[in-house]
Every structure is written in C-alpha cells, then in structure tokens.
C-alpha cells in the first residue's frame, strides 16, 4: 500500500499560521470528492453538484453506478418516507424508482395514511441505466474510475475539532486527488469478505474487490471499527418456476409515483408484473440443521440484521413452522426471480436442495448462489449530525460504512453528507434534520449519538412524531429548507412546493371558514355518519375528519367555493389527510417544540466529559464520553441519564459559554494541538465490536511508512 | 396576590381558602406567565386541589427540573441561582428515585410492573403490525390480541381508580381521629404523635378552625389525624358548635382512636366495652387508647389484662401521654389497623408521589380510551394512543426506548426478508 499520506506529519509542532493558506481553498481541483458509486455514493455526489460544488464521483466501475446489490425493490414501510425525503431534497432515487418500477405497491393502505409504505419492485437494469444517466449528466459532477487507497491529510483548521483534516486521496496508481471535502460511501468494501458455505473470499460485492488500503487508514487515524454481516439469497431462472397455485400479488392500480414532481410512473399501470408467494416448510429445516457445520457465515457470532435474517437464523430461531418466500421479478424482460427471505449461505449444492424443497420451485433453477457478506463499518458516533467526521476534519460517510442496511437508509444518509460537504467547503453551517423534521433526522440522530450494533434500518416505530412526519407532506417538511439553506433543489422544484404549500394553507383556511350546525350538516352530506353531539357550529375542516368524508363529497354540498380545491385532486388527499391528523398534531406540537429547544442546546465538540467541573456521576461521564451528544436533546436520549445530570450539564454549558464570551476580550493562544495530544484522544475511542471474526485488528497510531 | 376560596372548577365545590399569586412573565421564576396557589398543607385539601387542576385540558404536573430547565431555556436562571437549585433538583429526584424503588417493592409496585409489561408488549405488537404485517409473517390475530390486552388493562386501570376506599385511603391518608371526653389527653396524644422522629409531620390547621389536623407518616401508610372538641353535652354555645363538629368528623373516620382516662374506667371487659360503644359509631374501626397509666395504682394489672381481651374491648393499650410509655404498642396497633385498612403493604409512599401516580394513571386510562376510539379509522392514530399511554405509565414505572419495543417485535415475531 502506498502510504504518501502527509498524516506522518502529525507528530510535529503546530504549523505557522501561513501554512494554512496552503489549504483546500487555494489548491486546484474539486470541492468535493465522493468515494463510492452505490445508492449513498450517487446521492451524495448529485447533491453536492446540485448545491454548486465542483464534485467528482470516484468508482471502481462507472458501469455499476446505481447497481442493486441485494433486492430488486425500493422502499417499503419507514423506507418509503425516506425515499419521499430524499426527493424532497431532490435527490435522485425517487424520481428514478419512477422510471424504472414494474410493480408499485404502497403497503399499510388500511393503516392511515402516516404509516404508509410507498414500494416498489424495480426493474435492475432499467434503475441502474437511469442512474447513470443522471449522474453522467449532473452539471459540474465529474465521474472517474479508480480505486482510493489512501487518504491525504493535512493540519487540522483551529476552529473545527479533529486531529487532522482530510485535503484529497491517494489513488490505485499513486497518483493524488485534491479536493476540499472527501466523502466515504463504501458499502461493505471495507475489508469485505464474501461466505458461501465453508468458502470465503474477499469482496465488497460477488464479482468486486474489496477496499483493504482504506480499511487500514482509517483504522490508523484511531477509528472505532466494528464487524457486521450481511446477507443475499440466490436467485433464480423465473422459467423453470411453476408459479400456477401460488398467491398472487398484483401491484397497485393507479401506481403511486414516489417523487413529488412525477405526476405518474414510466410503465402502464395494466403492464405491472405481480409477486408470488409461497412457504419453506419442515424439509427445508432440516437440510440447515443437518448442515449446519459446512455454514461458517451462520456459526460465527458477527452481528446480523435481526430484521432481515438469514433463512438458517429463522428456522433456528423460529423452529417448525412456515416462513415466507417472495417470488419477485428483477426486471420486465428479466429471467431471474429474487426469492426474498431465502437468503442463505449454505454450500451451492445445498442451497438448491433447500430451493427444490419449497413449493412451486420444485424443479427451479439455481441462477447465482445465495451469499453473506461480512465487512467493517465505523462507530458513528464519532461522526457529527452533518456526517462528518470528529476525527478528521472534512472527511465525511455515508451509507452502509456507518453501520444501516438498505439503500433508502444510504441514500438518505447520502443527500445529507453531500449537501453538508458541500456548506464545509464553503463555510457555511451545516444543514441538519432534526428528530422533529423528518425520517432523515431520527436516522441519523439515532446512528450519532447512540450508535448501532447491528446493522440499523428504519421503522416507523423509531419515530416520536410519526403523525407528523408523513411520506404526504415531505416536501413541506424539507424542500423550502433545502432550497434556502442548502441551495440543493431546483427551482421548479421550490415553486411546486411553494405553490402546494400555498394551496394547503388557503384550503385549510377555507374550509375552517365554512361553519354550520350539526343538523345543517347532516342534511348537507347524508353520506357522513355523523356522530357528534356538540351544539357549537363545526367547520367542513371538522366534517372532513370523518372517515367517509371527502373534498368531492363536500364540493357536491358546497359547490362554491370547495368546488374548485376538489378538483385538483392531489391537494384534495392532502386536505383530507391533514384534516385527519390536525388534532393529533396539534396536540404533539408542545412537545415539539421541547424537542426542538433541546436541540438548539448545542454542547461544546470537544468537552472532555470526565475532567469538566460539573456534578456528574462517573458512569453518567462514561455514558456521555462514548455517545458524545450534540445537543441537550441527544443526551436526554441516552439510556441511562437522569433529569438531574441534564440540568447539571445545561448549568457547566452555559458556565463555560459565559466565560467564553468574557475571554473574548483577550488575544487568542493556538489552539492548535500537538500532535500527541490527538493520539491520545483518539485511543480514548474504544474499539466497539469484540466480534471481529477475521484477523485480529490493530490500532496503531504511530506510524512508520512502508 | 389575593386571598380567595379555591374552588373545584367542575363541581364548583370549596376545596380550600388561600392565597393565589399571579406572575405575569416575562418576570417570573421560569419567564411564563406563572400562577401559584398557596393552599393549605392537609392531604385532603392538597390532593382535591391536584386533582381539580389535573383535571383540567392541558394541564399536568411537572417532570423532575422542568420548571428549572424552563427558567434555564428562558434565560432566566444566573448561575448562582442554578447552583442551588440543580442540587436542590438532584436531591428531589434522587429521592423520588428512592422512593419510587421503594414503592416498586410492594404489591402496588408489582401491579404497575405488570401493568408496564402488558402496554409495552401490546405496544411492540402493534407497532410490529405496523411495520411489518404487510410482507411479513404478522398475522391479524396479532391485533385481536392487542385488542384484548387493551381492554383488559383499560378494564384494570379504571377499577383501580375507582376501588373506593381502597385506593381513597392510599392515595388521600387514612382519615383517623382521636375522640373523646374532655380532660382525658386527646391533644397531648395528638402532639406525642407528631413528636415521633420517625412520623412525618406537617401541621396545619383544618378548614374548620377547632379541629386540628395533622399528616403523618405511620410505618409508611399516609394517616391524617384530627385531634377533637371532648364529647359532652355543653352548655356554651361555640363548644356545642365544636362537639357537634368532632361527632360530624367521628361519622366521617376511617379510624378512630378512642381516648378514655385510665384512672376513671372500669376493668371488666364488658363496662370497658360499653363505654368505648358509648363514643364511637358502631361500625368504625377503632382502638382504645387508656391514657394517663401513669397515674394508675394497683388497677394497672386488671386494665392491662382488659386490653387483651379482644371483642367486646377494641385493640386497645394504656398510654402514658407524660412519659411516653406505650406509645410503642399504639403505633404496633395503629400498623395493623392500617394495613386492614389499606390492604396493600405499601411501603413508604408519601402522599405527593400517590398523587402524581394516580395522574399519571389517569391520564394513560384516558389515552387507552383514545386506543378504542380510534382503533378501526386509523392504525396510526390508534398507536399514538398506546404510546401516549405508554408514556405516561412510564412515568411511574420508568422510561420505555424504541429499542426496548424494537427487541419485544424481534422476539415474538419471525419477520424480516
């Protein structure tokens, strides 16, 4: 490995003041740089070049740009509301989800309307074509092929914490990139090693090498790095499947398309492909607990997903019983048939065997085995809620690296890296999403300040306000933001949402406006059951609540002047549903609020919780030193931390903020910190995974070249 | 500041007379506008108050350090004031830590636990039907049974609100009272009582002038006890108006604690039966305080057989209100008239900590309600119920994260892909 890295000159004295000059914002080449071509990859370097940085894109192949590694399919419950917001921030994968599903399904229909999952089943080759489309042809997003080895680092900025900041990469060929910030999107490349049985072999995806320079790096520069695993089923040839007794499983008639400026999806609605299911039953136990000891990927204890488990860990742990295939397609001229939840990795021969035993596959063709990976990711709670790292300053992740699964997680994470790398480099404060404002903020908030231990994907049930943060009103939530302080959304797309949010507002106004009687009511709309036995006058606001209440049935009472709001039939479902949720919002707003101030709390990045002077518990300063909160809203969220050590903590903040101010009125020293005193900050960082199934890991700060 | 009559808002009933102090932000303690009500210390008058406020829209008490992390946000607090009260908070929470511990130990403690366990997994359940019925294998009889759980827990809650007496004495004190003629000790008792280090005593005086009430804290049950006008026939008019009030209390206790002169009553059983009879109304529980022992001569050892009688002789000991001798064996029978009294061993609960729970009880029964209404017209809303009730109930019984329902939907159900 070549190790150019200028991070060998740590260890000297804090450079002269003109040194930094030298800096990013002088030297040529790009903004930012993104490391990394998958969901969270594309996103970040889309967003980054959307916010007007000159950004490059650096992949192994630009021909796996956009590539669905696991599962032909897009969103989904919780997934589906991080999809909406990333194209509230006009990210890339909603809009080309609607290029490229053959077969929509919003999930929960009966649940209301802030639970529901927009899906989709898409085809690979068409998602993965439209993605490189887009990206080619992203204004000021330039797109190379080459490996990144090596980091280049250069003395940290004074004002920012970290031990060094990051000044471009090292590529395959030694040669060297400068950029201003660098974004990591590698997936499970980091030292990623492929089981199928007893077999192993190093690989971030069949077929691609893994990033073993980069592993090395960062684990060099004191990163906390864990050991998660993952796993894809085998797929198979859909002509050799007997689908005739199955159930199955048409899509949506009319699709609901997942972007906010997609008035409808690419395909006919009567050209969807359906899914199929069918079950494992006792024979396929069998074959996993027979074999148990050729399957080196179960045995071992690295942490999996419990949500998306392996078939062996279903039928260990859930024993005797029948558990569901998914029969869907890949694509609309596509042969191969995803199985989802056979995902497996027992010997080739054996897979089939498991396959052949199931229903309807009797005589199916294995086309690929199923395979788990396993792979490094970083703690993130050494990251800050932009994404960037606390330990090298400009150096941000995204993606699977930080510990999620799937690509709607990545691609959120994505935006908010790029959008963020983006404000570093200019000097602008970072763009945040709180807890309150979207899916994207409590994913984040989650991985940064408490971290994960398996590989972490997003619920609905992670949410507080999950009446609020619905997948109708993303836009509201998140464009107008994006557009004023991230500079990241279009025009068009501003104005559409401005409109929209213009439209809701007069809508809501005019239909609170518009009061009768409870009698008067019921001769106006028949159709609605009305139960109420309140005397003072209700609003069409309040009729529209009910359950068979709707904008067309009360325009035909009141034709002027709800006639007109009805017929634009996508502001007539937002009317209804927020409507249907007003009471529930409005009744969460007070804690919102609390939410919101508690965040504004910023606590200082580099408090070092066990020599401040505040009356705190030792365990409390543990708890505190390895989460490293942001914000008092985040410490509130720790496990563990009393009302009292908040209120302790608020008091030494505001303590120390006050000082502060006074010592403003004196020179400056160097804050700069020599370099020894980085090192030991950094081993202060605990390695978080004992489960490090492969070679032992070292953490070496002092380094010698090779 | 003004002094008026507090009323209950909904029945319109006097709860108590009081100052009420009105702080119109921004220049009050938290920067909002702040009002205080300064009531009367009794139990009885402090938990009719709570309870009409509480029952007020929008109205609930505050978490630990609220009011100082409000003044705090507000910009509000200098620091020396913060240094105070942040100790001031942590020995409040670290008390109410201890106590709630405390509190768990018992039976009640064990209800709310199981309670917690039943909402937690009806909850994790339904938030598993929310996030995963679709395509995985979370069956609708999963909310059948969520259902059920709901109803029978709401069915729970409700009943124990309600359990009258029971949970009356628990969360209000055991209203005792002493009784009886003039002369014979009842207020020396009273201040004997109050005296001991170990009781907890706030004196105050009742909403009625002659009758003095005081709360105390008698091996952990909450006891408000009224020390009366002597029971005779009097001739001055403001007496006759004090003993016609110490008969209208003697109705109204859930104990009495019959006061009679050792030296002036009879040893044989049934005469000492009859006079306790002559005082107290026939049903309440009572028990026969024989003071001034100390004055007793050879009688002492007939008496003292007498209290151990048993029926017709009440529970019943000879005092010495002068040098303290028997206070020992009437606070042994005042415990086990208690626990008859309140059933549940409730270790140490102060009355305050009653009085948040059965808010917080209240509050999560309602939200409950809030499940059934909403349950068949959206999911999601019906969730927002149980994680309403879900919070509240925390407050008692401790904070519930998404991971803990997260690991709940984990185990009980094989889902995922």
Same mark, same amino acid.
């Given at each position: ?144 092929? #080459? ?30 990139? @400068? ?84 008035? +409808? ?210 836009? +509201? ?23 929209? =949010? ?27 059951? $009305? ?82 002077? /505040? ?7 543990? =708890? ?20 009292? +050590? ?12 006050? *000082? ?20 030991? *900050? ?20 002092? *380094?010698?070249?090779? | ?38 009531? @009367? ?46 100790? $001031? ?5 670290? +008390? ?149 009030? /110490? ?27 009859? #006079? ?99 349950? /068949? ?41």
């Amino acid at each position: 490995m070549l190790c150019r890295g200028p991070w060998r000159r740590l260890a000297l004295p804090p450079p002269s003041p003109g040194a930094r000059r030298a800096g990013s914002g002088a030297a040529p080449g790009y903004e930012v740089l993104v490391i990394g071509g998958g969901h969270a990859g594309t996103e970040a370097a889309a967003a980054a070049a959307r916010g007007g940085a000159r950004t490059l894109l650096l992949t192994h192949r630009i021909g796996t740009i956009g590539q669905l590694s696991c599962n032909p399919s897009f969103g989904g419950i919780g997934k589906g509301h991080l999809v909406r917001e990333v194209d509230a921030l006009d990210g890339l994968c909603g809009r080309v989800c609607d290029l490229a599903g053959v077969h929509y399904k919003v999930l929960n229909r009966c649940k209301g309307p802030a639970v529901w999952g927009l899906r989709a089943q898409v085809d690979r080759g068409l998602y993965r074509d439209n993605m490189r489309k887009e990206i080619l042809n992203t204004p000021l997003l330039t797109v190379h092929e #080459a490996s990144v080895e090596d980091l280049l680092l250069t003395e940290p900025e004074p004002d920012h914490p970290g031990k060094c900041r990051v000044r471009g990469v090292v590529l395959g060929d030694g040669s060297t990139v @400068h950029a201003g910030s660098v974004i990591l999107t590698t997936g499970t490349f980091l030292r990623g090693m492929i089981h199928v049985g007893l077999e192993k072999h190093p690989a971030g995806r069949l077929g691609d090498q893994p990033s073993v320079g980069l592993a090395q790096t960062l684990e060099r520069l004191g990163f906390a790095v864990g050991r998660l695993k993952t796993g894809t089923p085998p797929r198979l040839a859909k002509d050799t499947i007997d689908f005739s007794g199955l159930e199955e499983r048409t899509a949506d008639n009319p699709p609901v398309p997942f972007s906010f400026l997609s008035k +409808a999806v690419w395909i006919k609605p009567e050209d969807q492909l359906s899914c199929y299911l069918t079950y494992t039953n006792l024979k396929a136990q069998q074959i996993v607990q027979d074999n148990l000891h050729l399957n080196n990927h179960v045995r071992e204890t690295t942490k999996g997903p419990r949500y998306c488990p392996s078939l062996e860990a279903k039928v260990l742990r859930f024993p005797n019983r029948e558990h569901q295939v998914w029969l869907e397609p890949e694509g609309l001229d596509s042969n191969v048939i995803y199985p989802q939840g056979l995902s497996m990795t027992l010997p080739p021969e054996l897979q089939e065997q498991v396959i052949n035993s199931i229903r309807g596959l009797e005589k199916a063709k294995m086309v690929q085995p199923g395979y788990g990976v396993q792979y490094d990711y970083l703690d993130p709670r050494q990251l800050t809620a932009s994404l960037e790292s606390r330990l090298v300053q400009r150096l941000f992740f995204a993606g699977q690296i930080n510990g999620t699964t799937g690509y709607e997680e990545a691609a959120a994470q994505g935006v908010i890296a790029g959008i963020n790398a983006c404000l570093r480099v200019r000097g602008k404060s970072p763009f945040i999403v709180s807890r309150t404002e979207g899916y994207i903020g409590v994913l984040i908030d989650d991985l940064t300040t408490l971290g994960t231990t398996e590989p972490y994907r997003m619920f609905t049930s992670r949410v507080e306000f999950r009446m609020s943060l619905r997948p109708d009103n993303a836009d +509201a939530r998140l464009t107008l933001r994006g557009f004023e302080e991230a500079g990241c959304v279009s025009q068009q797309r501003y104005e559409q949402a401005v409109k929209m =949010k213009a439209a809701l507002e007069d809508g809501i106004a005019t239909l609170k406006s518009l009061q009768f009687s409870i009698s008067k009511w019921s001769q106006l709309i028949p159709e609605v059951h $009305l139960s109420s036995n309140r005397r003072s006058p209700m609003s069409a606001f309040d009729m529209l609540q009910y359950p068979e209440a709707n904008m067309e049935i009360l325009a035909r009472a009141i034709p002027e002047p709800l006639g007109k709001l009805a017929e634009w039939r996508e502001l007539s479902e937002r009317l209804k549903i927020e409507a249907a949720y007003e009471w529930c919002v409005v009744n969460q707003q007070q804690e919102i609020e609390e939410v919101r101030r508690d965040e504004a709390l910023q606590l200082p990045e580099d408090l070092d919780y066990f020599a401040i002077d /505040a009356s705190l518990s030792t365990e409390v300063r543990e =708890k505190l030193s390895s989460n490293r909160p942001q914000t008092i809203g985040a410490v509130s969220r720790i496990p563990g931390i009393t009302p009292a +050590a908040i209120v302790n903590l608020l008091r030494f903040v505001k303590n120390k903020h006050q *000082k502060a101010e006074k010592l403003k009125a004196f020179p400056q020293t160097d804050k700069c910190l020599p370099g020894n005193m980085y090192l030991e *900050k950094a081993a202060s960082q605990q390695q978080i995974s004992a489960e490090l199934s492969e070679e032992e890991m070292e953490s070496t700060f002092v *380094k010698t070249p090779v | 500041m003004a002094l008026r009559r507090i009323r209950d808002p909904a029945t319109a009933e006097p709860l108590d007379r009081g100052l009420v102090v009105w702080f119109p932000g921004p220049h009050s303690f938290t920067g909002e506008d702040c009002a205080e009500l300064h009531v @009367h210390g009794g139990p009885a008058v402090l938990s009719g108050v709570l309870r009409a406020l509480g029952r007020l829209p929008g109205l609930r008490p505050a978490e630990p350090g609220e009011f100082t992390r409000r003044a705090f946000h507000r910009g509000k607090l200098d620091l020396t004031a913060a240094e105070g009260l942040g100790d $001031l908070i942590h020995a409040e929470t670290e +008390a109410q830590r201890r106590q709630a511990l405390r509190q768990m130990e018992g039976e009640l403690g064990r209800l709310y636990q199981r309670w917690s366990e039943t909402l937690t997994q009806a909850l994790a359940h339904l938030e598993a039907y929310i996030d995963f019925s679709e395509d995985d294998n979370v069956e609708e009889e999963v909310l059948a049974q969520v259902d059920a759980a709901v109803r029978g827990l709401a069915q729970e809650l409700g009943a124990h609100l309600q359990d009258g007496r029971r949970g009356e004495l628990l969360r209000g004190g055991v209203h005792a009272v002493i009784a009886g003629p003039p002369n014979v000790g009842k207020s020396s008792l009273l201040n004997l009582l109050c005296q001991r280090p170990a009781a907890i005593v706030s004196p105050a005086a009742g909403t009625t002038r002659d009758v003095v009430e005081v709360s105390l804290d008698v091996t952990g049950y909450p006891v408000v006890l009224s020390d009366t006008a002597g029971l005779r026939d009097a001739t001055d008019p403001v007496e006759r108006e004090g003993v016609s009030r /110490a008969r209208d209390r003697l109705q109204r206790a859930d104990l009495v604690l019959a006061v009679l002169d050792a030296t002036a009553v009879p040893a044989e059983p049934a005469a000492l039966g009859a #006079a306790v009879g002559s005082l107290v109304p026939p049903a309440a529980p009572c028990i026969l305080v024989l003071n001034k022992a100390d004055l007793l001569g050879g009688e002492a050892g007939a008496l003292r057989a007498a209290c151990t009688q048993g029926p017709p002789v009440p529970p019943a000991t000879l005092l010495s209100c002068k040098t303290g001798d028997g206070i020992e064996r009437l606070l042994e029978l005042l415990g086990q008239q208690l626990a008859q009294l309140c059933g549940d061993p409730l270790a140490g609960s102060p009355s305050l900590t009653q009085r948040r729970h059965s808010q917080h009880l209240g509050d999560c029964a309602a939200a409950l309600g809030g499940y059934g209404r909403h349950r /068949a017209r959206d999911l999601g809303l019906a969730a927002e119920q149980l994680r309403l009730a879900r919070r509240h109930l925390g407050r008692i019984t401790g904070h519930v994260g998404a991971e803990d329902v997260l690991d709940i939907i984990f185990r009980d159900f094989c889902v995922g892909k």
